[in-house]
Structures are given as structure tokens and as C-alpha cells.
């Protein structure tokens, strides 16, 4: 069993900032990837930031320049500090990690329960 427990949402206004945290524990052999997803209101689940235990980042379009993915990986915990938030970045931010678990080094694709971030005035 992996666990991810988020933290960090809340209300902000536009042009504020939020750093969103996400800890993974459990049976844990290797975390492959960490990053957030991010569903708005009557909008699909989209990508927002990864993470790959290589090195390798990938943010959304619509947030590059304004949102930084960082992990400290002796914690098992990744963050997305969100700078310039504007109202179209109101949804519910969801944690998402590719873990190897142990004993059987099978990947398993684990998710947060979501955190609420609202950019509003």
C-alpha cells in the first residue's frame, strides 16, 4: 500500500501565489514519478507538472513560467510552487505518483485525494 497526502490549497487572489505539497509513504521501493493533475469544474483531468526520478520535467502549457516543480527525494515528497495564479487555474490539484513497490517491484500508479486551489478576487 502507497499513500500520497496533499496539502496547501485554498483561496488566493489572482496574481497571488501557493505551494502545494504532496507526501508519498507506505511500501515504497522507488518512486519513478511524481507531479500533479488538476481538474476545473466540468473539465477533464489535465496534466499540470511531472517529476521523473531521471531529471526529466514536464508542465502544461498554460502554466509554464509561473508554476515550479521541485521534490526533495529523501522525503518522498514533491511541490508545485504556484506564482501568478489566475482564476482559469481554479480547480481541484490532484498528487500522482508512479511507485515500484517493494518485495515485488511492480509499478503502481497511486493518487492524492485532492487539494481545492481557487483564484479569485
Known amino acids: 500500500q502507497v499513500q500520497l497526502v496533499e496539502s496547501g490549497g485554498g483561496l488566493v487572489q489572482p496574481g497571488g501565489s501557493l505551494r502545494l505539497s504532496c507526501a508519498a509513504s507506505?511500501?515504497?521501493?522507488?518512486?519513478?514519478?511524481m507531479g500533479w493533475y488538476r481538474q476545473a469544474p466540468g473539465k477533464e483531468r489535465e496534466l499540470v507538472a511531472t517529476r521523473r526520478s531521471i531529471g526529466t520535467i514536464n508542465y502544461l502549457d498554460a502554466v509554464k513560467g509561473r508554476f515550479t516543480i521541485s521534490g526533495d527525494n529523501a522525503k518522498n515528497t514533491v511541490y508545485l510552487q504556484m506564482n501568478s495564479l489566475k482564476p482559469e487555474d481554479t480547480a481541484v490539484y490532484y498528487c500522482?505518483?508512479?511507485?515500484?513497490?517493494?518485495?515485488?517491484?511492480?509499478?503502481?500508479?497511486?493518487w492524492g485525494q485532492g487539494t481545492l486551489v481557487t483564484v479569485s478576487a
Open positions: 500522482n505518483a508512479d511507485v515500484s513497490v517493494r518485495v515485488s517491484y511492480r509499478s503502481v500508479e497511486v
Open positions: 507506505g511500501s515504497i521501493f522507488r518512486i519513478n514519478a
